[in-house]
C-alpha cells in the first residue's frame, strides 16, 4: 500500500450478500460479500460504532429495496 494513493470498489446494494464486521483491539474491519462471487471488498480501520452503523445502513437499504 502507498502513502498517497487509494484504491475505490463499489457494487450494487442488491448485490450485497453479507456484511461482516471484525473488531479488534482498536479498530474494526468490514468485510463485504457479494452475490457475483467477486472477491470481498475490505475496509479497514473504523471505529467499532462507525462499522455497525455501515453495516446497520446497508442493510437498511436492502430492506427498503424489497
Known sequence: RRLFSR???S???SQ?????IS????????????TG???PIASHG???ADAVRIRDLIE???AARR
Not at 450485497?16 to 461482516?20: D, F, G, P, R
Open 7 to 9: 484504491s475505490e470498489e
Open 11 to 13: 457494487i450494487s446494494i
Open 16 to 20: 450485497v450478500a453479507s456484511v461482516k
Open 23 to 34: 473488531t479488534g483491539i482498536l479498530w474494526s474491519d468490514i468485510l463485504i460479500e457479494s
Open 37 to 39: 462471487g467477486t472477491d
Open 46 to 48: 473504523h471505529r467499532k
Open 60 to 62: 437498511g437499504f436492502q
